[in-house]
């Protein structure tokens, strides 16, 4: 099933692209930093960085965004809050919590791609609320529980 979504570039970003599949398999789709000037994130430090866009996607469709692989391996540059979820009723700029895990200042300029996007869609999910839970053989086993 394919998705309609609508993109909009907002005002002063007409210069940047639209987000991008690198190749034809790709899953996601790079997101570019519409910000005015460079600038440098220092090593622990992280931003709010704009993608010049909104969205308007359907109901059941949800937009991530994830990291970009090549930025974390060769700098330790990551999004803070991956995956960053953008809901299918949100209308505002789709932004990047970009986080400097790394050792050095990292440069950003306008047209960096800067972390990508990924659509996933919703289940339809309902909570129930209930006194009583199934047992399993894991039960309450948690972080660590198989001793590895």
Same mark, same amino acid.
């Given at each position: 099933?394919?998705?309609d979504?609508? @993109?909009?570039?907002l005002? *002063?970003n007409? /210069? =940047? +692209?639209?987000p991008t599949?690198?190749s034809d *398999?790709?899953s996601g789709f790079?997101l570019?930093?519409a @910000? %005015?000037?460079?600038f440098?994130?220092e090593p622990?430090?992280?931003?709010?960085i %704009?993608?010049?866009? $909104? =969205?308007?996607? +359907?109901e059941?469709?949800? $937009?991530q965004v994830r990291?970009?692989?090549g !930025? $974390? =391996?060769?700098?330790g540059v990551?999004?803070?809050?991956a995956?960053?979820t953008?809901d #299918? /009723?949100?209308r *505002?700029e789709?932004?990047v !919590? =970009?986080?400097?895990l &790394?050792?050095?200042p990292?440069?950003?300029?306008? &047209?960096?791609?800067i $972390?990508?996007?990924v659509?996933q869609?919703? #289940?339809?999910?309902?909570?129930?609320?209930?006194?009583h839970?199934? /047992?399993?053989?894991? *039960?309450a &086993? &948690?972080?660590?529980h198989t001793?590895k």
């Amino acid at each position: 099933m394919r998705f309609d979504v609508m @993109i909009r570039k907002l005002p *002063g970003n007409e /210069d =940047l +692209p639209l987000p991008t599949r690198m190749s034809d *398999g790709a899953s996601g789709f790079d997101l570019y930093a519409a @910000i %005015p000037e460079e600038f440098f994130l220092e090593p622990g430090e992280w931003k709010l960085i %704009p993608a010049g866009f $909104a =969205l308007e996607m +359907p109901e059941g469709l949800e $937009a991530q965004v994830r990291p970009r692989s090549g !930025l $974390a =391996l060769k700098y330790g540059v990551t999004v803070l809050n991956a995956p960053g979820t953008v809901d #299918a /009723d949100y209308r *505002g700029e789709v932004s990047v !919590l =970009l986080h400097n895990l &790394g050792k050095q200042p990292f440069p950003v300029r306008r &047209g960096d791609r800067i $972390a990508q996007l990924v659509f996933q869609e919703v #289940a339809p999910v309902r909570l129930r609320e209930t006194e009583h839970l199934k /047992d399993t053989p894991r *039960g309450a &086993g &948690g972080f660590g529980h198989t001793g590895k």
